[in-house]
């Protein structure tokens, strides 16, 4: 079984540099064997899609075709939403056929039990998006992603986006050390939940990957950071070993 992660693209066109990696990958993985791939999204693949809209599927229409063809040739997939793109099942769960959370999820691969989310739950700190995401997460906001327009959500949301990115992108560089001990903090509070011997997440665009003793056992703490840097990187969990994979660049 190969286990492929992914979070925090941020993809605004699929025609952008990191769209034509990731498609690049997804039809590489379908050269493969499709039927031993499980592809977790971890939030944060788009910097915007709200509802079931066709507007963002024809948005990103190679990157769907791509996925589609994955899961019709026997690859599984699971969609944590993240900040940026919410409300998502109406397309990717009702019309690609994926699973599709919002909270954290826990599965067993090939004998390694991992935890999957995608993170914006473990930076407390952060009073004001945790106020936008119990704004973005009320029941009276889901019938609005699929009532208004798509195009209008895409104004709205990058609009939106901006400003956040530049607010969230300095406080990143101003806070990176405290980030990395808040995600090496999280594990033994998520393990106590239930135990785990990987945890991934992503949302706060840090990489980081560190042994962590809970209770006696090892289990290892991985945030995916994000696709903004020079080289992407992804994380694949092969036969029960984890691994990181540098991606080509687009052709």
């Known amino acids: 079984m190969e286990a492929w992660f992914l979070s925090d693209i941020h993809l605004k066109t699929a025609e952008e540099r990191n769209g034509k990696i990731l498609l690049r990958f997804l039809r590489s993985l379908q050269e493969q ?37 994955l899961k019709k040739a026997g690859a599984r997939i699971t969609y944590i939403e993240g900040n940026h793109d919410v409300h998502i099942e109406g397309f990717f769960q009702k019309k690609l056929g994926a699973e599709v959370f919002v909270e954290a999820q826990h599965y067993v691969i090939d004998g390694v039990r991992v935890r999957v989310e995608h ?10 998006y945790l106020k936008y995401r119990s704004i973005i997460r009320s029941p009276w906001v889901k019938p609005l992603g699929a ?36 995600i090496r903090e999280h594990a033994p509070k998520a393990y106590l939940e239930k135990p785990f ?28 950071g ?10 694949c969990l092969r036969d029960g070993k984890g691994e990181w994979v540098y991606l080509p660049g687009p052709e």
Do not use: C
Not at 119 to 128: E, F, P, S
């Open 33 to 69: 064997n499709p039927a031993n791939i499980h592809l977790f999204l971890l939030g944060d693949i788009f910097d915007l899609w709200v509802g079931g809209h066709d507007y963002f599927a024809k948005k990103f229409q190679p990157l769907m075709e791509a996925l589609r063809d």
């Open 119 to 128: 993170g914006d739950l473990i930076n407390l700190n952060d009073v004001k």
């Open 147 to 182: 009532i208004l327009p798509g195009r209008l959500w895409d104004h709205v949301g990058n609009k939106a986006s901006k400003k956040s990115r530049a607010r969230t992108s300095h406080y990143r560089v101003a806070n990176e050390d405290s980030l990395v001990q808040m």
């Open 197 to 224: 011997d990987i945890i991934i997440s992503g949302h706060m665009h840090v990489f980081d990957d560190q042994m962590i003793d809970v209770e006696g056992q090892k289990v290892r703490s991985i945030n995916l």
């Open 226 to 235: 994000s696709w903004f840097e020079e080289q992407v990187k992804v994380f």
